[in-house]
């Protein structure tokens, strides 16, 4: 974690030949391809999030700050992204003990084979829960991240939402 020249000075490879793009108005699309689109690992999307709110079995932690007291989803539980980041540099995850008591202090159990769910704002700071969950040692097979996250989730009038009074 941290910047590319934290990398290269702790002696990380980093690739300095030129990176050759194709253009599109140049590419042959007569030539088959070879790439098979899947499903992406680790991804749930507005169904499944609902099923999960409604059946409320699941972990749902939502990583927005200030925003979660604006509404939320049902049962989520708020770990903000300035959480799991050093108050020096907010590029850098706290340590992974840092990192195990944030979360056991809003009541989650990183280790647990129980389903978590993953939303943030827009789908991007999401993400770093993930890899915080990762680097506590969890097993992130259970862990999946909606990236509609409350963009989508907001504004769809049927969806159940925890609102301020």
């Known amino acids: 974690q941290g910047s590319l020249e934290e990398w290269t000075a702790k ?7 030129p990176v050759v793009v194709p253009r599109a108005d140049r590419m ?13 690992p680790n991804i749930i999307d507005m169904d499944g999030m609902v099923e999960a709110v409604r059946g409320g079995e699941d972990v749902i932690l939502d990583a927005r ?6 509404g939320h989803m049902d ?9 799991i980041v050093t ?12 990192l195990s008591i944030v ?7 990183v280790m ?4 978590i769910l993953l939303t943030c704002g827009s789908g991007v700071s999401v993400c770093h829960l993930f890899l915080a969950l990762a680097e506590c040692g969890r097993d992130n097979e259970n862990t999946l991240v909606y990236d509609g ?3 989508e989730w907001g504004a769809d009038s049927d969806t159940p939402k925890v609102l301020p009074e």
């Not at 979360?103 to 159990?109: I, K, L, M, N, Q």
């Open 65 to 70: 700050g200030t925003t979660f007291q604006d």
């Open 149 to 151: 996250s409350w963009t």
């Open 112 to 115: 647990s084979d129980q389903r």
């Open 28 to 40: 042959d699309l007569n030539i088959p391809a070879n790439y098979r689109a899947r499903d992406a």
């Open 75 to 83: 049962g989520a539980v708020n770990v903000p992204y300035r959480s």
């Open 103 to 109: 979360f056991e202090e809003r009541g989650v159990d």
């Open 11 to 17: 002696s990380g490879e980093v690739e300095t030949r």
């Open 87 to 98: 108050k020096a540099d907010l590029l850098k995850f706290r340590s992974r003990e840092e």
